[in-house]
């Protein structure tokens, strides 16, 4: 059965994505979206108070966005290629060993949709850790094998030897319907936990590949009354994480 909670399905995410975070120590935190930014923002003011933040330039801030120090590009550079950051990133595709892709939909000769580009995946995913987070969970993202890979799945990084296994790891994946990890013998994509409301069924029904399950999937762990006062007093009074996730 799932919890009886007062918190909706968006402030259960934002606890998933800082949860990703946890234990980290003094690492650089790279959420990018407003759910991810709300809960590197949320561990940085509770469990993970080491996290370093920053404006998205070149300025350390604080959880509530007050500068704290100058992180000029060198330095941020020096982070990426040691491992020193976590990224959480978006996917318009995820396929089970973690490849992803924002590049674009269909053959890359010739795709039927033009997205980002490959940007700095392949170099955030190779040195350093990075997780996802998608706020659609559905077969359209949640595919056998990627279209084109932009992020390196373990898959990807096994085949390219030591040198791309160093510093890869995906620590999460956070969803509007669950929460996942890679900790399996092949590395395959393994349901973790499951929010209010959400059945495994559902999850599968929504995932293009099977997906690896522990003996019980347990449900997202519940914000804390702290937590949610963080949550809607200063961190996001405006609300504005029900629009990126309307309640389930």
Request: neutral net charge.
């Amino acid at each position: 059965m799932s919890p009886t909670t007062t918190a909706t399905r968006a402030e259960f995410c934002v606890i998933a994505c800082a949860e990703a975070w946890r234990d980290n120590g003094e690492v650089l935190a790279s959420p990018m979206g407003l759910i991810p930014s709300l809960g590197a923002r949320l561990a940085r003011r509770t469990f993970s108070p080491d996290l370093l933040l920053t404006d998205g330039e070149a300025t350390l801030v604080g959880a509530d966005g007050t500068p704290e120090g100058w992180l000029p590009y060198r330095r941020h550079l020096a982070m990426v290629t040691g491992g020193k950051r976590h990224v959480m990133m978006g996917a318009s595709q995820l396929d089970r060993f973690g490849n992803q892709n924002i590049s674009c939909i269909g053959d890359w000769q010739r795709p039927s949709r033009q997205l980002l580009g490959v940007r700095g995946a392949p170099v955030n995913t190779l040195n350093n850790p990075v997780s996802y987070w998608v706020p659609t969970h559905s077969t359209r993202v949640f595919v056998q094998r990627v279209d084109m890979i932009c992020g390196v799945g373990y898959d990807s990084a096994a085949a390219a030897g030591p040198s791309a296994t160093r510093y890869h790891r995906i620590p999460r994946v956070v969803s509007d319907l669950g929460v996942f990890d890679f900790e399996t013998p092949d590395h395959s994509m393994r349901l973790l936990s499951v929010h209010p409301g959400v059945t495994v069924a559902q999850v599968q029904e929504a995932t293009g590949f099977p997906l690896a399950l522990p003996a019980e999937v347990a449900h997202t762990r519940e914000p804390t009354a702290a937590e949610l006062a963080l949550i809607r007093r200063e961190l996001d009074p405006e609300g504005l994480r029900e629009r990126e996730v309307p309640q389930g």
